[in-house]
Nanobody, 122 residues
Framework: QVQLVESGGGLVQPGGSLRLSCVAS????????MAWYRQAPGNQRELVAG???????NYADSVKDRFIITRDNAKKTVYLQLNSLKPEDTAVYYC????????????????WGQGTQVTVSS
């Protein structure tokens, strides 16, 4: 089927930066919207940023002007640049994608990655 694999998480000090990557692979016809979500302990999973195949992006208010989402359609990869990190950004970050497979070219199916931990602490 389809796999989403994230990388780039880690431990960073407040004010620091990280870059997350997520690669989609498998029986893919087209990748439509790609997005990053995050979930902190005791909290619900929340949308951080999303990007359409056209490149149009949207952000949660809490990360606007600090995070940047981009994608490389040829590589089926989405990136999230995290700048000016704060302790409250600590969470598991999940990649999400709406994908049409060769098996089902007329309907989007939603896929999730396994998550990557981002910890912001001094």
């Amino acid at each position: 089927q389809v796999q989403l694999v994230e990388s780039g998480g880690g431990l960073v000090q407040p004010g620091g930066s990280l870059r997350l990557s997520c690669v989609a692979s498998g029986n893919i016809f087209i990748v439509n919207t790609m997005a990053w979500y995050r979930q902190a302990p005791g909290n619900q999973r929340e949308l951080v940023a999303g990007i359409a195949s056209s490149g149009i992006a949207n952000y949660a208010d809490s990360v606007k002007d600090r995070f940047i989402i981009t994608r490389d359609n040829a590589k089926k990869t989405v990136y999230l640049q995290l700048n000016s990190l704060k302790p409250e950004d600590t969470a598991v970050y999940y990649c999400n994608a709406d994908v049409r497979t060769w098996r089902n070219r007329y309907q989007n199916d939603e896929y999730w990655g396994q998550g990557t931990q981002v910890t912001v602490s001094s």
